[in-house]
């Protein structure tokens, strides 16, 4: 796909601090941000906030802190069971894989999460 995009482009690859979600990525820096390939500028830095430390701390605990207030409130459990969310990003509970993606990744065991909820 990136060979079929317009040249000059550019792909800025967010997720590279887990290896990237582009084909054509790789861990770039602040010091020497970008390359290209087929035409296609890639900025690929890895912690990208970090260039605006103090900004991005604000923004993470603005876009955070309901959650962390509901699961406070509510407690886990409750707040599992309520919010499909907290339930969607649940992966372990009780030592018990509850994601069927890491388990199927990591050739464990899946257990359903509501089967840890009752």
Do not use: W
């Amino acid at each position: 796909m990136i060979s079929r995009m317009k040249q000059g482009s550019a792909i800025v690859d967010v997720a590279i601090d887990q290896g990237g979600c582009v084909e054509t990525s790789h861990a770039t820096t602040h010091e020497d941000p970008t390359y290209i390939v087929d035409g296609v500028v890639h900025y690929c830095v890895a912690n990208m906030p970090g260039a605006v430390a103090r900004t991005s701390t604000f923004a993470l605990n603005n876009a955070t802190l309901p959650f962390i207030l509901k699961l406070a409130n509510l407690g886990y459990k409750e707040a599992l069971l309520q919010d499909r969310h907290f339930l969607n990003g649940l992966n372990v509970m009780h030592g018990k894989v509850v994601c069927k993606e890491v388990a199927h990744a990591l050739n464990l065991e899946f257990t359903s999460p509501a089967s840890l909820l009752s």
